[in-house]
């Protein structure tokens, strides 16, 4: 296998893939890596200008959800509770993030 990069592009790669021999042209490295493990890239690696933008919105929002909450704790608990209130939350959140990893890691 054999890869050239310039300038951050890469060049097609040419893999012996297949088990009759013949040759594919692959266009990104993991691509050749998934050839060579005899699997084949179906999902698309890229986001469209209109993905990207609505991608951005989306993580705005987060930031001014978050800002918008800081006054009911600070009244209710002051910051013990908001220390608290983040940091036993996120202990249950880690518990199901880690048993959807576990599971996610036993499929293909």
């Known amino acids: ?7 951050g592009s890469v060049e097609a790669v040419t893999v012996d893939a297949s088990p009759d021999g013949s040759l594919m042209t692959l266009r990104h490295a993991d691509d050749a890596l998934l ?6 890239s179906e999902f698309k690696r ?16 987060v930031i001014a959800s978050v ?5 009911f704790p600070l009244v209710s608990g ?5 220390v608290f209130g983040w940091f036993i939350p996120s202990i249950f959140v880690m518990t ?4 959807m990893a ?5 499929m293909p």
């Open 1 to 7: 296998m054999s890869e050239k990069q310039s300038k």
């Open 35 to 40: 050839a060579q493990l005899g699997y084949k």
């Open 46 to 61: 890229e986001f469209s200008r209109i993905e990207t933008v609505a991608f951005a919105f989306s993580i705005m929002g």
């Open 67 to 71: 800002t918008s909450t800081f006054s």
């Open 78 to 82: 002051g910051h013990v509770g908001m």
């Open 96 to 99: 199901v993030a880690a048993s």
């Open 102 to 106: 576990e599971l996610a890691s036993s």
